[in-house]
C-alpha cells in the first residue's frame, strides 16, 4: 500500500511538472508572437520613412554590451549621490525605526524602481506624443517599455532621460535632502538602472539635424532617420 501511495505522489509530480513546463512554453511562444509583431510593424514603418525620402541609419546596440557599458556611464552618479549624502545628509532616516527591518524595505525600493523606471519611460512617450496609442509597456518577466511612433531628437532624449531623472536623481535628492536610506539606496539604483538610457539620449541628440527616431523593439537604441538633402549637402 506504501509503495502504491508513493508510485501515485511521483505521477502527481510528474503531472505537475509537465503541466508547468506547458504553460511555460505557452507563455513563451505569446511572447516570442508579440516580439515577431512588434519587429514587423517596426520594419513595416521603417520602410515608409524610406519612402518618404530618408535615409536609414542603425544606432542600436546589443543589450549585453549596452548594459554594461550603461553602468560605466551612470556609477559616478549614483557615486555622486552616496558622496553627497555622506557628507550633506541632516540624519540617517530610518522609515521603519529598526535596523533589522530597513535593509527589506531598502529592497522593496530597489524592486519598486525598475517597473517605475519603465512606467516613467511611458509616461514621457505619452507626453512627447499627447497619446499613449503606439507604447509598448511590459513590467513581468524582462521589463521594457519602447514607442512605435518616429520622434524627433529632443523628444527622444527626454523620453530616454526621464526615468534617470524620477527615478535616479529625484530619489537620491529625497534621500539627501531627508537623509532616508531606502530613498538614497533606490535613487543610486535608479541612476544605475538609466546608465543605457544615457548613452542613448546622448545619441539622439547627435543624430543630426531634422532625424526622426524610430525606437527598437528588441535592441537598445534607435534607428535614425535624416533626410537626403541634407546628407547631400554635407557630401557637397
Known amino acids: 500500500m506504501q509503495k ?23 507563455c513563451a511562444a505569446r511572447r ?9 510593424r517596426f520594419l513595416r514603418y521603417a520602410a ?13 546596440v546589443p543589450p549585453r554590451r549596452a548594459g554594461v557599458c550603461g553602468v ?13 549624502y555622506c557628507f550633506f545628509s541632516p540624519r540617517l532616516l530610518f ?6 527591518w530597513e535593509p527589506l524595505v531598502a529592497a522593496a525600493a530597489l524592486i519598486a524602481v ?9 509616461l514621457a512617450w505619452a ?21 512605435a511612433r518616429a520622434s524627433g531628437r529632443a523628444a527622444y532624449a527626454f523620453a530616454a532621460l526621464a526615468p534617470f531623472a524620477v527615478c535616479g ?23 544605475i538602472a538609466a546608465g543605457a538610457d544615457l548613452l542613448t539620449a546622448f545619441r539622439a541628440l547627435g543624430a543630426g539635424r531634422g532625424a526622426l527616431l524610430l525606437d527598437h523593439p528588441a535592441r537598445c537604441g534607435f534607428y535614425a532617420f535624416v533626410p537626403l538633402r541634407q546628407k547631400n549637402g554635407a557630401e557637397g
Open 32 to 40: 516570442n508572437e508579440r516580439e515577431a509583431r512588434a519587429l514587423r
Open 4 to 26: 502504491v501511495e508513493q508510485q501515485a505522489r511521483k505521477s502527481g509530480r510528474t503531472v505537475r511538472e509537465s503541466e508547468r513546463t506547458a504553460r511555460e512554453s505557452e
Open 169 to 191: 536623481a529625484a530619489l537620491s535628492a529625497a534621500g539627501i535632502a531627508t537623509g532616508c536610506l531606502a530613498a538614497l539606496a533606490a535613487g543610486a539604483f535608479g541612476c
Open 48 to 60: 515608409l520613412l524610406r519612402a518618404a525620402g530618408r535615409e536609414q541609419k542603425d544606432c542600436t
Open 72 to 84: 560605466l556611464a551612470s556609477l559616478p552618479f549614483a557615486a555622486a549621490a552616496v558622496l553627497l
Open 95 to 100: 522609515l521603519t525605526g529598526s535596523l533589522v
Open 127 to 147: 507626453a512627447v506624443h499627447g497619446t499613449f496609442s503606439g507604447i509598448r509597456l511590459r513590467v513581468c518577466g524582462a521589463p521594457q517599455c519602447f514607442c
Open 114 to 122: 525598475v517597473p517605475l523606471h519603465e512606467g516613467v519611460h511611458a
